[in-house]
């Protein structure tokens, strides 16, 4: 099948989806085309479910500083590294869904499952349909880049595509790259003892 379009996007995530809808409100037609999972980084596996693992940081941390605010907690903090990985990922399904409920809103024509492939300037392929756009918007996200140095940890080197899938808390990981989004701030990053924080 061929498409001839205004603009063509490559890869729905946020900044594909934005791109997308500009388009259509400006009256071109466009086309949005997704090579993975619909979802987008940020709800399945970046800014959402990150902030969620902060969250379940921060009330940990709440704790331990509460008897400095003359507020005590009787009894032993616990932290339940299940319970903590089970409603990152509750929530995290949560959001991804109303992601993709607005990606199954945009008219299924103009959805294109596949991986882009540039023929020329103006021309796409996308497993074997040929896509003409006069513009073409490369949303194409990024990947995690690994440090040499880590290349060689094996499965004891894991990225954010798979932390958020975690079922419970490591009883010890080292953090690189300390980004505020880093999903593990200092309350909970130099360990979690199981059972006990
Ligand atoms: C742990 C973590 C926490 C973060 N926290 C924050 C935060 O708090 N605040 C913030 O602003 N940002 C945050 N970010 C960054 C944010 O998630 C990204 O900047 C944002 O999601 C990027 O969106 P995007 O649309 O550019 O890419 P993506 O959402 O990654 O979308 C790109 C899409 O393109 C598709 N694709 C790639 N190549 C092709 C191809 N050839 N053909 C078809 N499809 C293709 C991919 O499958 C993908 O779905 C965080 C990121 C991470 C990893």
């Known amino acids: 099948m061929k498409h001839v379009v205004d603009v063509a996007v490559i890869g729905a995530g946020t900044a594909g989806l934005a791109a997308y809808r500009a388009a259509r409100a400006a009256g071109a ?3 949005i085309i997704e090579g993975g999972p619909y979802g987008t980084t940020c709800a399945r596996v970046g800014c959402m479910p ?3 693992l902060i969250a379940a940081a921060e009330a940990a941390h709440a704790v331990h500083r509460a008897p400095g605010f003359g507020v005590h907690v009787d009894g032993a903090l616990r932290v339940d590294g299940r319970e903590v990985m089970a409603r990152v990922r509750r929530e995290r399904d949560r959001f991804v869904g109303f992601v993709v409920d607005g990606v199954e809103a945009i008219p299924a024509a103009d959805r294109i499952r596949g991986t882009a492939k540039f023929v020329d300037a103006h021309t796409l392929d996308v497993a074997g349909q040929a896509i003409t756009a006069r513009s073409v918007v490369i949303a194409t996200g990024s990947r995690p880049s690994i440090a040499p140095i880590l290349r060689n940890l094996g499965d004891r080197l894991v990225v954010n595509d798979a932390i958020f899938d975690w079922e419970d808390l490591p009883r010890s990981v080292a953090v690189f790259g300390p ?3 880093v999903p593990f701030p200092k309350a ?9 924080c």
């Open 50 to 52: 990150s902030k969620l």
């Open 179 to 181: 980004d505020p989004a």
């Open 188 to 196: 909970i990053r130099p360990a979690i003892p199981h059972g006990k």
């Open 29 to 31: 037609r466009a086309v």
